[in-house]
């Protein structure tokens, strides 16, 4: 069983930066694919970044290209979400995850879902 674990949300003026944490409780990278989900209330939560971990790519949803970065750090098993010029439509519940997979899909990262959630952390934009 591996938990996940998010920190860094917080409040900040429209235009500012965050930066996400989620510590792993072990190694999941040989294998995986790890990324950043958002919730807001009364909507589905939507895929922000992932990354896959046996060819290193990195996929981000449209409304995040060129300002969110989405990086690891393999020995210390913690993901990060760099948030950069966040606008009024980023605010929600970010949350960390997992997708243990077998050696040989080919499909996207998270296409069936993920193996493990961290609990979130909340981001929103102070007036």
């Known amino acids: 069983q591996v938990q996940l674990v998010e920190s860094g949300g917080g409040s900040v003026p429209a235009g500012g930066s965050l930066t996400l944490s989620c510590e792993a409780s072990k190694s999941i990278v040989p294998s995986s694919c790890v990324g950043w989900f958002r919730q807001t209330p009364g909507k589905e939560r939507e895929g922000v970044a992932s990354?896959?971990?046996?060819?290193?790519?990195?996929s981000y949803a449209e409304s995040v290209k060129g300002r969110f970065t989405i990086s690891k750090d393999n020995a210390k098993n913690i993901l990060y979400l760099q948030m950069n010029n966040l606008k009024p439509a980023d605010p929600a519940v970010y949350y960390c995850?997992?997708?243990?997979?077998?050696?040989?899909?080919?499909?996207?990262?998270?296409?069936?879902?993920?193996?493990?959630w961290g609990n979130g952390t909340e981001v929103t934009i102070s007036s």
């Open positions: 995850a997992a997708e243990q997979r077998n050696p040989g899909w080919v499909w996207p990262c998270f296409e069936y879902g993920a193996n493990y």
């Open positions: 990354i896959k971990s046996d060819d290193g790519s990195i």
